[in-house]
């Protein structure tokens, strides 16, 4: 049903059963708001979205009041704007401005809107003085005096199906803290829907120029796939900007020697998670697998599904399969000692700076990767050096690891790992001149922003069950599944993060779903221009492949794991 209101005098005729704020931001009419987010239920807790409406006699939540047949709302006048400022002042009390490395510095809404209402920041003392600062591992940190408590970030991590972040009774008041008897899964979701920067990846930014600091070492950048489609974000550029060898040619401007695309370490991670899938098909006994690639969900399952862990691909992730690549055959082939070699991992995702700390990750007594960045970081550190992404001359990334397949770019979205196996998968088995398109209607079910997806694919006469999961709360529906029946699905892809690493805990904020959207988009654009669509079909990965990875030995070693309940 439709219906008719007036915002400011202008008539607007909308679906029924939409707030006022989605309908003022869906017409371009700005109300000022702090705490919403349209992943999470609307708080009413900022008190900024104040708006008034003929016939009532106080001022309402635009964020939480649903619109009716007739209304006529203001959303813009001196007493709004008094009370706006008032509730505005009253926030900043029980935040502490810490504006130099925030992850929100050259983004906050808080301090646009305390401009806009000309707001004195430290009219009330800040109560809360002295609240703690908790840390979550070696990836997220929570500084309990910059809450406003809002309470997205309780929500959403009940809504990934973890609820570490609880709520506590403390000198009454409602605080937040970490659970004493759950675990973090590191997914970073906190961070991405947080509004005043209350939460951080670990080091950020604290630690950005660490790298750079070593001038006795070969110093070596990989960037993952989703990042081309998101750090342009962080220069004003629209959601969803390709900037591939911008990134590469501002990443040369900070000093660095070489510059390598994760894409062609998804490649190798591809190719074996496809034989692997293959195996567990045509075996006796055909038994579940899943992706393994995001380090949150394995993390998840590892504390919450230990039953599973089994069923975990033991391909490595791209970005450490690539590490492991540069310090034994890349460095042979350029005679640098792997110890004289530093990689730095460009990063949509916190827990990848908890993942390269896992044994698991080790080749041999090698550490792959030294460094995580998240997308957000190397933002800042451009931004630090004045390197303005906008304006940097393109460069290509470097050989051999400049070349990625249109498989290898699409994990970045959700659904893009499940689809670049079953491309690589095809190719294995042999079929000739093989179509991606035949497929088209089951692999565009895979794709998308939905956070349970389902498709059947006939592997040689026999029908395969696949799923496509992100955010772990949807996992959580899937394991069930899987436990009343184990023959649910024969292959299950999982992000942690809603729509996969396009949505990361390392990407630029603020993000939505229109956001993730825009940024999986242009990596199904890339990949559609690309002569080479199958990871196999990589010209550098059947090079390595016969040069180097020519045993099952050292295959394994290079990229496989193996995953055990983790205490840690």
Not at 3 to 20: C, E, H, L, Y
Not at 530 to 546: F, G, H, L, M, S
Request: hydrophobic fraction near 35%; charged fraction near 25%; proline fraction near 5%.
């Amino acid at each position: 049903m439709i219906i008719n209101i007036s915002i400011n005098g202008k008539k607007i005729k909308a679906p029924q059963g939409k707030t006022i704020l989605e309908i003022a931001r869906e017409n371009g009419i700005d109300i000022p708001s702090l705490c919403y987010h349209p992943d999470v239920s609307p708080k009413a807790g900022c008190r900024l979205c104040l708006v008034q409406i003929a016939g009532q006699k106080n001022p309402q939540t635009a964020c939480s009041t649903i619109a009716e047949n007739g209304m006529d709302i203001i959303t813009d006048s001196p007493e709004l704007r008094k009370l706006r400022k008032i509730n505005l002042e009253l926030l900043f009390a029980q935040h502490k401005e810490e504006c130099g490395d925030c992850v929100l510095r050259y983004n906050c809404q808080f301090l646009k809107l305390a401009r806009e209402f000309e707001v004195e920041i430290a009219r009330f003392a800040d109560r809360k003085s002295g609240f703690p600062i908790y840390k979550f591992g070696p990836a997220v940190i929570f500084d309990s005096s910059k809450c406003i408590d809002c309470r997205n970030c309780v929500e959403i991590c009940k809504k990934q199906g973890v609820g570490y972040l609880e709520l506590e009774k403390k000198n009454g008041f409602y605080q937040i803290t970490p659970s004493k008897t759950k675990e973090c899964i590191f997914c970073g979701q906190c961070i991405t829907h947080c509004p005043v920067g209350a939460f951080e990846a670990f080091g950020e930014f604290e630690e950005i120029e660490k790298p750079l600091q070593t001038k006795d070492k070969i110093i070596v950048f990989q960037f993952a796939p989703s990042i081309r489609t998101s750090i342009g974000e962080e220069f004003n550029l629209p959601e969803g900007e390709i900037v591939t060898e911008k990134i590469v040619g501002a990443i040369k401007q900070l000093g660095v020697n070489y510059v390598f695309d994760v894409s062609v370490g998804a490649d190798f991670t591809t190719f074996e998670e496809a034989k692997e899938m293959l195996a567990k098909i045509q075996g006796e006994k055909s038994s579940l697998l899943f992706s393994s690639c995001c380090p949150s969900w394995v993390r998840f399952v590892e504390k919450y599904y230990p039953e599973f862990i089994a069923n975990i691909a033991t391909a490595k992730p791209p970005h450490i399969i690539l590490g492991g690549l540069l310090k034994t055959y890349w460095a042979k082939k350029q005679n640098i000692p792997p110890e004289n070699i530093l990689v730095i991992s460009v990063m949509p995702c916190v827990a990848k700076k908890y993942e390269i700390q896992r044994k698991e990750m080790l080749v041999g007594k090698i550490q792959p990767v030294d460094y995580v960045l998240t997308t957000r970081e190397l933002a800042f550190l451009l931004k630090k050096h004045s390197i303005d992404l906008k304006n940097v001359k393109p460069q290509k990334a470097d050989e051999p690891f400049g070349a990625p397949s249109g498989a290898g770019v699409i994990y970045g979205a959700s659904g893009g790992v499940m689809e670049s196996a079953i491309r690589a998968a095809q190719k294995i088995m042999g079929i000739k001149e093989m179509d991606i398109s035949d497929w088209s209607k089951e692999i565009n079910s895979l794709r998308g922003q939905e956070g349970i997806k389902k498709a059947e694919f006939n592997f040689l006469g026999k029908k395969i069950k696949v799923a496509v999961v992100n955010g772990t709360g949807n996992a959580k529906i899937i394991l069930k599944e899987l436990k009343q029946n184990p023959k649910a699905y024969d292959c299950v892809e999982v992000m942690a993060c809603p729509g996969g690493c396009v949505g990361g805990g390392g990407q630029p904020l603020p993000q939505t779903k229109k956001t993730r959207q825009n940024r999986a988009n242009s990596l199904y654009k890339i990949d559609e221009k690309k002569n080479v669509r199958i990871a196999n079909e990589n010209p550098v990965v059947q090079k390595i492949y016969k040069e180097f990875l020519t045993t099952e030995k050292i295959i394994q070693k290079i990229c496989h794991t193996r995953y055990v309940q983790n205490k840690n």
